[in-house]
């Protein structure tokens, strides 16, 4: 039965993109990616300490399209813990996601805090932003690891999908040494019947694994066609360029010590193919498992 409510799609432009803004080692990082997402979209800066931000608004090209939030935090990894949005009939639900403690009090509370809407609570004990990436048509993705912290099957699953607005859900085995187990790193969706997946070209392990979720893709959607963007990874470090930050059709694409020449070349050209501009951000995050999307939170608001 298909729900009355449908989680807000990967690609939807949003209203606002909410980047961590205070003094830390990746500061350069927040500021470029802050940047780059002025030009097509607000920006509301989290900040620790505003006349700091307010000083950095000013060397903008946009400063009318920035907004501070002053809020206090533990780290700049706010992606998971920001509201998923599910669109009703007649306006946006927020739903509170949910995460392992990870000893980041301030963190947790941070959207809490900070909002005014209303934040239905998690139907599940753990369903981190990351590790849901939202299709067309209430269609959803997420690694195993769904299941796995849940302790539920696949059938148990499945009760869980119209309080989150999912008419399908796609469990899919992530890469074994990737240990965020969050689908943003192995699959994006660009817009209906387009899919991007992270093509690991240093374990064929890897490949595998993507291979069967693109199986499970084409039996289910047999008219949506995939793409395979070229990743590398080092052991436990993952340089997944598919952790973008998307804007209509332009795409902020992280580029890691790891990602070689060839890959931005095959990369763009895969995606300029699909009607989609690139602009890659170099990311020092290699250690830090995760990216410019991981680092900032998309904001939908009901019209």
């Known amino acids: 039965m298909l729900t009355n409510e449908q989680l807000v799609a990967d690609y939807a432009h949003p209203d606002a993109i909410m980047v961590p803004h205070y003094c830390c080692d990746i500061t350069p990082l927040l500021e470029n990616i802050a940047g780059c997402i002025a030009s097509r979209c607000g920006v509301i800066l989290l900040s620790q300490e505003p006349s700091f931000s307010q000083a950095f608004i000013q060397t903008q090209q946009h400063p009318q399209h920035f907004t501070i939030i002053t809020a206090n935090l533990d780290t700049p990894w706010i992606r998971d813990r920001s509201p998923i949005a599910i669109q009703g009939e007649s306006a946006i639900r927020w739903c509170n996601p949910a995460v392992e403690d990870m000893d980041r009090p301030l963190d947790d509370k941070l959207f809490g805090k900070i909002t005014k809407n209303r934040l239905t609570p998690s139907p599940l004990n753990y369903l981190a932003q990351g590790n849901l990436v939202g ?61 991007a997946v992270a093509w690991n070209l240093s374990v064929k392990a890897d490949q595998a694994s993507m291979q069967r979720l693109i199986n499970k893709i084409e039996k289910r959607l047999p008219q949506t066609k995939i793409i395979k963007i070229p990743i590398r990874s080092r052991g436990k470090h993952y340089a997944s360029l598919v952790n973008w930050i998307q804007i209509g059709e332009h795409l902020l694409i992280p580029r890691f010590n790891l990602t070689q020449q060839q890959d931005i070349v095959q990369t763009k050209r895969l995606l300029v193919q699909q009607g989609f501009s690139c602009e890659f951000i170099y990311s020092p995050t290699l250690d830090m498992a995760g ?9 939908f608001t009901s019209k």
């Not at 993705?141 to 309080?163: H, V």
């Not at 990216?291 to 904001?299: G, K, P, R, V």
Request: hydrophobic share 45%; charged share 15%; net charge positive.
């Open 135 to 195: 299709a067309w048509d209430g269609l959803a993705f997420s690694t195993s690891a769904m299941l796995t912290k849940n302790q539920l099957s696949r059938p148990q699953l499945d009760a869980y999908k119209m309080p989150l607005g999912i008419n399908h859900w796609i469990i899919f085995s992530g890469f074994a040494n990737e240990i965020t187990a969050y689908a943003d790193v192995h699959i994006r969706i660009l817009k209906p019947n387009l899919i």
């Open 291 to 299: 990216s410019l999307h991981c680092l900032t939170a998309s904001i």
